[in-house]
């Protein structure tokens, strides 16, 4: 059982890590304000409106 615990642990502080570098990366990204603008949308957290920048870019080619 320790083990999990540990696992558990050791990838919650994988993912702060890796949350913190994005953060960092995100103001010089061309689509920083994208983010930015979807994270004032109830329940759209720094991941969510990443993966959504991401995945559809520039949202005007629609």
Avoid: C, N
């Amino acid at each position: 059982m320790q083990e999990m615990v540990e696992a558990v642990r050791l990838s919650k502080e994988r993912v702060e890590r890796l949350e913190k570098v994005i953060e960092e990366f995100i103001p010089t990204w061309s689509l920083a304000r994208v983010v930015r603008a979807l994270q004032t949308l109830r329940g759209v957290d720094l991941i969510v409106a990443v993966t959504y920048a991401t995945e559809v870019g520039d949202v005007t080619r629609f």
